[in-house]
């Protein structure tokens, strides 16, 4: 079921051997369709959007904006089971995402006469892009917009594709409701990131844009930062386990099968110095695949991005787990913390065999939206600071000023900055 990968010897190319969701670059004909849209909807506006709804989601809309008198009847035709469930789940993400900001507004320092501090400021506006076409996020709605709110943004825009009878799944506007989300629009793929970042008739432009999506989407958003703000470009789905025989294969087997059954392209990975541990882990997938709902995406997924990885030890295991950088890493082993002292690179790490990824996909307050393609090697998940500004205040006294004078004048004549070095120099001869 998954490809066996031996990696004890010691001159193993990780880069060839291991299974990647980073593409080799992206296919010419998407990056270029994807600019193309872009400038057209900057041109065009609406009309550009409801043309891009016609041809890609096959549904003739007259105006992209939603009512939000929809999103509180969907709330309100929710089951009770989903409507505690999200809550239940909006309530551990707000507790989490509130204990980030509780030291961050104190940073100061100060000496001989001169004080640095800084003051945190939301951005005024912020987008979430939630997909649509192979199901309903409404926790993508929960993970996005609570996080916006607890920075204090006062403006949240929400764009999701619409279904092909040109409706919102109602999952999703209830999270909406709950989350008390400003402005909803039936819009998706690159023609929803344009609109927010340069803003039509209907959606006015955003600050940041958040969220995950498909190709288009995280290309768009590539295009579009610099613009605008950013969280990351979200690509497929990975999870990377880390094993030993102290945890159930069929545990293992499950959660490898809960990623790849968010679609194609994704990586799904156990590594473990124990071939018994990669037999049985296969031989349990074998098993419970061909009953899965989702089999052929889960089975193209295992096909294009599986491996079950042989190292020679649990360091080395790490090793190779920082190497791939995954979104979700389980240390599904007796000691995780022995382990987790040397993750360096992993979107979020889940610890133990009670703690399978979907639980942060979910409810344990993390945020599901992490970096992929390796980019936790550098990057972090969505959280409150992604819609927050970080501004120094500095603070001088004459004394001061007097006192670093020397230093500038140093600097500033080395790198040929004279009207740098006079804008102190004539101050302190007042």
Not at 55 to 76: H, M, Q
Request: charged residues 20%; aromatic residues 6%; contains cysteine.
């Amino acid at each position: 079921m998954l490809r066996r990968i031996d990696i004890r010897g010691d001159a193993v190319d990780l880069a060839s051997a291991l299974p990647s969701s980073v593409s080799s670059g992206a296919a010419t004909e998407v990056l270029e369709s994807v600019r193309s849209i872009i400038s057209d909807v900057r041109e065009r506006g609406d009309e550009a959007l409801l043309e891009y709804t016609q041809r890609f989601d096959g549904i003739s809309l007259g105006s992209v904006a939603v009512s939000p008198d929809l999103a509180k009847a969907a709330w309100e035709a929710t089951s009770q089971e989903l409507q505690d469930a999200l809550s239940f789940a909006a309530d551990r993400i707000r507790g989490y995402h509130e204990a980030q900001v509780s030291d961050l507004e104190h940073a100061e320092w100060g000496a001989d006469g001169i004080s640095v501090s800084e003051i945190i400021r939301p951005v005024s506006r912020a987008g979430l892009y939630v997909p649509g076409g192979r199901g309903a996020y409404p926790s993508t709605v929960l993970m996005t917009a609570i996080p916006a709110r607890v920075a204090g943004v006062q403006q949240i825009a929400l764009c999701v594709p619409p279904d092909s009878d040109g409706s919102l799944p109602q999952a999703t506007l209830a999270a909406a409701a709950l989350c008390e989300i400003d402005e909803i629009y039936s819009v998706g793929g690159a023609q929803a990131i344009a609109a927010m970042a340069y803003g039509t008739e209907s959606i006015k432009a955003v600050d940041v844009i958040v969220g995950p999506g498909n190709q288009y989407v995280s290309l768009a958003k590539g295009e579009v930062s610099g613009d605008v703000g950013i969280d990351s470009m979200a690509g497929p789905s990975e999870l990377v386990v880390i094993a030993d025989d102290s945890t159930p294969p069929e545990f293992i087997a499950l959660d490898l099968m809960a990623q790849a059954e968010h679609g194609p392209n994704g990586t799904a990975v156990v590594i473990s110095w124990s071939e018994d541990v990669l037999e049985a882990v296969n031989s349990a997938l074998s098993r419970l695949v061909k009953d899965a709902v989702r089999r052929s995406d889960i089975e193209s997924n295992f096909a294009s991005g599986g491996g079950s990885v042989l190292v020679r030890d649990w360091e080395q295991a790490v090793e190779v787990s920082n190497f791939i950088a995954p979104e979700h890493l389980e240390l599904a082993v007796a000691n995780p913390d022995r382990l987790l002292d040397s993750v360096n690179c992993a979107g979020a790490v889940f610890c133990g065999p009670w703690a399978p990824a979907v639980v942060g996909d979910y409810i344990s307050g993390a945020n599901h939206v992490l970096p992929t393609g390796r980019s936790a090697r550098f990057a972090s998940a969505l959280r409150v600071d992604t819609f927050r500004k970080h501004i120094h205040v500095v603070r001088v006294e004459r004394s001061g000023l007097e006192g670093v004078a020397p230093y500038v004048a140093a600097l500033t004549e080395a790198e040929g900055l004279f009207a740098h070095g006079d804008a102190v120099a004539r101050r302190v001869e007042q």
